[in-house]
Nanobody, 127 residues
């Protein structure tokens, strides 16, 4: 089994920055894609960013492109999300996800493609 644990959420003013981290433990050798999703109150969980195993491929939701950056450390089996110029619309619970599916281009943005999920970390951006 694989366990994903997020950290780094919190309260920040609009225009500020936060850095989320996700540490994977357990049988992590088969994790290929790692990603971040978010879910605002009363809304469905949506894709934010993903990185392939080697980080040669990354994808971002249009709403965060140019403001967020995803990176991976495969030695430590961690994935981070640097979030800059935060907006109140970024307020949500952020979830780390891991997938054993290597078909990055076809599946990176699809929540049902992910096998492992963290418990989530709250990000609140005040105006």
């Amino acid at each position: 089994q694989v366990r994903l644990v997020e950290s780094g959420g919190g309260l920040v003013q609009a225009g500020g920055s936060l850095r989320l981290s996700c540490a994977a433990s357990g049988l992590t050798f088969d994790i290929d894609t790692m990603a971040w999703f978010r879910q605002a109150p009363g809304k469905e969980r949506i894709f934010v960013a993903a990185a392939s195993r080697s980080s040669s491929n990354t994808r971002y939701a249009d709403s965060v492109l140019g403001r967020f950056a995803i990176s991976r450390d495969n030695d430590k089996v961690t994935v981070t999300l640097q979030m800059n110029n935060l907006e109140p619309e970024d307020t949500a619970v952020y979830y780390c996800a891991g997938s054993t599916n290597a078909q990055f281009l076809a599946t990176a943005t699809v929540a049902s493609s992910y096998d492992y999920w963290g418990q989530g970390t709250q990000v609140t951006v005040s105006s």
